[in-house]
């Protein structure tokens, strides 16, 4: 059937240190799903949380991108440049009343915020957080990879739109920029996935389309950690991408051929697109990248 709708898919890494292998993984299976749909992939560099930002990372993502032939469509889009949105629609959630100031330290909190500031009245003498109200209504998606999700809202309680440090909350700059970019198509990380819900409420509440959502398996480490900023993933090697690409493509389960070891990496990312089947990852939720790379092993 004709679809109406180009695919419009996003990469969008936070600069808090280099793109390291997990990152690169991401990023190559949000390249091939929107690339095989013909569909524009862009770029958004999630620098909203100062504190974690390090300098010169976007640079570095930007041209380790490049590198690896992972080029992108329009001009990269910084969710830095562009902050009044974000204030503007969190005052009209306050004007509405859906959204109050709590002023509770992380101390006193449970994994679950039970409320207790939605109740009080006038502008607090501390420094506060924004929290949405939320109730215990169940959120469903059907993610094109890890099948049907339900979770309860109340799993997360009344969560952050705006922090006490005044930063923006990632669940709430990633809901107005996916529809400022009119992302359709999300494809990231299994680690986001009980995200989603949360994220889809406030699209709800917000009047917007409700993009599809693809969560990729994580990359661990041998001990089964998730490579990550903070457990010190190194950045990639940059002298061999080719090498990398096919180690990508291989814990991508894509099964690329021996003869394609030793291609340069356009051609290998072409034969990527044309032969990407992201449902060989179905229901899968991590993937280690051992020290020989030939050896999968997949947990479900
Ligand atoms: N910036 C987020 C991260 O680096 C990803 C945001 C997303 O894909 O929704 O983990
Ligand atoms: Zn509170």
């Given at each position: 059937?004709?679809?109406?709708?180009?695919?419009?898919?996003r990469?969008?890494?936070?600069?808090?240190?280099?793109?390291?292998?997990?990152?690169?993984?991401?990023?190559?299976?949000s390249?091939?799903?929107?690339r095989?749909?013909?569909?524009?992939?862009?770029?958004?560099?999630?620098?909203?949380?100062?504190?974690?930002n390090?300098k010169?990372a976007?640079?570095?993502?930007?041209?380790?991108?490049?590198?690896?032939?992972?080029?992108?469509?329009?001009?990269?889009?910084?969710?830095s440049?562009?902050?009044?949105?974000?204030?503007?629609?969190?005052?009209?959630?306050?004007?509405e009343?859906?959204i109050?100031?709590?002023?509770?330290?992380?101390?006193?909190l449970?994994?679950?915020?039970?409320g207790?500031?939605?109740?009080?009245?006038?502008?607090?003498?501390?420094?506060?957080a924004y929290?949405?109200?939320?109730?215990?209504?169940?959120?469903?998606?059907?993610?094109?990879?890890?099948?049907?999700?339900?979770?309860n809202?109340?799993?997360?309680?009344?969560?952050?739109?705006?922090?006490?440090?005044?930063?923006?909350?990632?669940?709430?700059?990633?809901?107005?920029?996916?529809?400022?970019?009119?992302i359709?198509?999300?494809?990231?990380?299994?680690?986001?996935?009980?995200?989603t819900?949360?994220?889809i409420y406030?699209?709800?509440?917000?009047?917007?389309?409700?993009?599809?959502?693809?969560h990729?398996?994580?990359?661990?480490?041998e001990?089964?950690?998730?490579l990550?900023?903070?457990?010190?993933?190194?950045?990639?090697?940059?002298?061999n991408?080719?090498?990398?690409?096919?180690?990508?493509?291989?814990?991508l389960?894509?099964?690329?051929?021996?003869?394609?070891?030793?291609?340069?990496?356009?051609?290998?990312?072409?034969?990527?697109?044309?032969?990407?089947?992201?449902?060989?990852?179905k229901?899968?939720?991590?993937?280690s990248?051992?020290?020989n790379?030939?050896?999968?092993?997949?947990a479900?």
């Open positions: 059937m004709f679809d109406k709708q180009p695919y419009i898919g990469f969008a890494p936070s600069p808090s240190g280099p793109l390291h292998f997990g990152s690169l993984y991401t990023a190559l299976a390249f091939l799903q929107a095989s749909k013909q569909g524009l992939w862009l770029l958004r560099i999630d620098d909203l949380d100062i504190p974690r390090i010169g976007a640079d570095s993502i930007l041209k380790t991108l490049d590198i690896f032939g992972l080029h992108w469509d329009q001009s990269v889009f910084y969710q440049q562009l902050v009044d949105i974000y204030q503007e629609v969190l005052d009209e959630l306050f004007k009343n859906l109050y100031p709590c002023t509770c330290s992380r101390k006193i449970t994994d679950i915020y039970s207790r500031c939605r109740e009080k009245h006038g502008e607090p003498q501390n420094p506060y929290r949405l109200k939320t109730d215990s209504r169940v959120i469903s998606f059907n993610d094109e990879l890890q099948g049907l999700i339900s979770y809202l109340a799993t997360h309680g009344d969560f952050i739109l705006k922090r006490k440090d005044h930063i923006i909350a990632y669940q709430f700059a990633v809901v107005i920029d996916d529809n400022r970019q009119q359709n198509h999300v494809v990231r990380g299994y680690d986001l996935l009980e995200a819900p949360r994220q406030l699209q709800q509440i917000l009047g917007f389309d409700t993009p599809r959502y693809m990729v398996p994580v990359i661990i480490d001990q089964g950690y998730k990550s900023k903070q457990t010190l993933a190194t950045a990639v090697d940059l002298k991408p080719s090498k990398i690409i096919y180690e990508v493509l291989t814990l389960k894509q099964n690329p051929p021996t003869e394609l070891q030793q291609a340069p990496v356009t051609e290998m990312l072409n034969w990527g697109i044309k032969h990407w089947d992201p449902i060989l990852l229901s899968c939720r991590s993937i990248r051992l020290s790379p030939t050896e999968l092993n997949v479900m």
